[in-house]
């Protein structure tokens, strides 16, 4: 997809593999309309296919990251004649699909939050696997506020976070800084709003630089492993790290440590 393709998502490819997609309907604070999930889950399976992206970025237009589900679209569906519930299991399951979408991307995804995330908002961050905020970053899970538990965000906060935060945040709605954020665990780092994009960008170019193949095996194991028991876990990764060392990026990565020269990856 090349630059703005489609207007409620732009897409900015480098020369060194690292793609950002930008959430753009910022009047809205980029609100998650069933629309824009659809754009994103489309862009994310092109992007699995793509060998050239080694990194995305999840960005945002405007002051705020993401407000969460779009209520205004969710409220003009009560008029149905459901009352709404196959929009709305419709509009969960997209959510629910884009989330364990950027999980299963083979390739790091690391959001750069400028503003405010709130509610599916906060779970797209909880759901990178890594997070650069600015110092104006403020996330909350708000939804005890209008009557609506923040239940699917909830999957992603509280396996990003440790319960007792994570439950804090679900159940006052309260919003909480970037630095609180970084506390919990929840963002890996906090800069300065000035310098938020160089930031990321340097730390999505230091990650591109490695093997993309050891970066998919990776990711791929960390995930898997975090769902089993421990000995099953220590198997499984076993076989994954016993698999890696017959990759051909490993031999280049091992005897380029041995022979104190630069890796030339084949990203295979």
Not at 36 to 57: C, K, Q, S, T
Not at 121 to 148: E, K, N, Y
Not at 188 to 194: G, L, P, Q, T
Request: aromatic share 4%.
């Amino acid at each position: 997809m090349p630059d703005g393709q489609n207007a409620l998502l732009l897409r900015a490819d480098t020369d060194h593999g690292v793609t950002t997609l930008t959430l753009n309907r910022p009047a809205a604070r980029n609100a998650l309309s069933f629309a824009l999930l659809g754009a994103l889950g489309d862009a994310l399976a092109a992007i699995a296919e793509d060998p050239r992206v080694r990194v995305l970025l999840l960005a945002a237009e405007g002051p705020a990251f993401s407000a969460g589900h779009d209520l205004r679209e969710i409220e003009g569906h009560r008029a149905d004649a459901d009352g709404g519930r196959g929009f709305f299991d419709a509009a969960m399951r997209r959510c629910a699909a884009v989330m364990q979408a950027i999980v299963a991307l083979p390739q790091p995804v690391i959001a750069q939050v400028q503003g405010v995330a709130t509610a599916a908002g906060c779970q797209l961050v909880a759901t990178c696997d890594l997070a650069v905020a600015s110092d104006h970053a403020r996330f909350a899970t708000p939804g005890v506020d209008i009557g609506l538990f923040c239940s699917t965000p909830a999957v992603a906060l509280s396996r990003a976070v440790a319960a007792k935060p994570a439950m804090e945040m679900l159940l006052t709605g309260e919003m909480i800084p970037a630095a609180e954020a970084q506390r919990i665990g929840l963002v890996n780092r906090v800069v300065s709003h000035a310098d938020l994009v160089a930031e990321t960008q340097a730390l999505a170019s230091r990650i591109a630089a490695r093997s993309a193949h050891t970066l998919r095996i990776g990711k791929a194991a960390f995930h898997r492993q975090r769902g089993l028991p421990l000995a099953e876990a220590y198997e499984h990764c076993a076989a994954v790290m016993t698999e890696n060392l017959l990759a051909e990026d490993a031999a280049e990565g091992i005897g380029a440590f041995l022979a104190k020269r630069k890796p030339v990856w084949k990203d295979r």
